[in-house]
């Protein structure tokens, strides 16, 4: 067994990956979320859970993976409402600018 696969190293790195995630979701830092993401679906994929510890530690973490996605759907949901609520401004400048013809 590797030392990166003992039981301690997996929770460790679990506990690492988790504070990084809520500090990053607390910043706003969603590169942080993005980089985080990857190295969960890796973890999630390579570590076993076998040991009640580690259960508990990688259903925690696959939680608080899942409430970070949601938060950057979230944030990305609310950046695309905001861009069409912008082009439609925008639209809306212009046709005025026709119709007055202040040429805007």
């Known amino acids: 067994m590797r030392k990166s696969d003992s039981?301690?190293?997996?929770?460790?790195?679990?506990?690492?990956?988790q504070?990084?995630?809520?500090?990053?979701?607390?910043?706003?830092d969603w590169d942080a979320v993005a980089r985080l993401d990857l190295e969960v679906r890796a973890l999630?994929?390579?570590?076993?859970?076998?040991?009640?510890?580690?259960?508990?530690?990688m259903q925690s973490l696959a939680s608080t993976h899942g409430t970070a996605l949601r938060a950057a759907r979230e944030e990305r949901e609310q950046l695309q409402q905001r861009l069409r609520q912008l082009?439609?401004?925008?639209?809306?400048?212009?046709?005025?600018?026709?119709w007055t013809g202040d040429g805007v």
């Not at 039981?7 to 990956?17: D, G, K, S, W």
């Not at 504070?19 to 706003?28: G, I, S, T, Y």
């Open 19 to 28: 504070r990084a995630l809520q500090q990053a979701v607390a910043m706003p």
């Open 87 to 98: 082009a439609e401004d925008r639209e809306a400048v212009l046709a005025y600018g026709q």
């Open 7 to 17: 039981p301690a190293h997996v929770l460790a790195t679990v506990e690492r990956i």
């Open 44 to 57: 999630l994929a390579t570590a076993g859970a076998d040991a009640p510890a580690l259960r508990s530690a």
